[in-house]
């Protein structure tokens, strides 16, 4: 009976570690994807001010030249069937979790897809002027927090498993 609470109790602070494990991944992941975002719509902007292709093009480039879970979903987006609209929400349902993506950036990408190619070009340009601002304010804001927060998760993890452990003993 001993050895089982003790196997229990190893694996209450396994878990607790385990999960803010994940958190800090999590977090670590959203750093990537603000980055990849903002990288992804300074190009849609530069090559969209200067050659006047379908946005299916633009997105298979892109997919081609550069790896990484954005790339991927990218990637996905062209496989799908339908409109571009219908295209890119459904395809950043998936990957929601996967981006790691917080419901304001959610709600700022579907209107993305229900803008491209349904406005004049001067507010496609100007919505994309304004994506490439958003990511880089929210990239800039995680950034600063970022360290603080990926050691604080961890130990928080390890600190709630202790805890744990000690009461249950």
Do not use: P
């Not at 990849?36 to 997105?59: A, P, V």
């Not at 304001?104 to 209107?111: H, W």
Request: hydrophobic share 45%; proline share 0%.
């Amino acid at each position: 009976m001993k050895d089982m609470s003790v196997i229990l109790l190893v694996l209450v602070f396994t878990c607790t570690t385990l999960l803010g494990c994940l958190k800090a991944a999590q977090l670590n992941t959203r750093q990537h994807t603000l980055k990849d975002c903002q990288h992804f719509f300074r190009l849609l902007h530069r090559e969209m001010s200067y050659h006047q292709k379908l946005i299916d093009d633009y997105l298979l480039e892109y997919s081609r030249h550069y790896r990484g879970r954005f790339s991927t979903f990218i990637a996905d987006v062209i496989r799908q069937e339908g409109t571009f609209a219908h295209r890119f929400s459904e395809t950043l349902h998936q990957y929601q979790g996967v981006l790691a993506l917080t419901r304001s950036d959610f709600v700022i990408l579907e209107e993305f897809s229900r803008t491209v190619g349904t406005v004049s070009m001067d507010i496609q340009m100007a919505h994309l002027k304004f994506l490439i601002d958003y990511f880089e304010i929210e990239y800039q804001t995680l950034l600063k927090k970022v360290d603080q927060k990926l050691h604080l998760y961890v130990l928080t993890g390890i600190l709630i498993g202790g805890m744990c452990v000690i009461l249950l003993w």
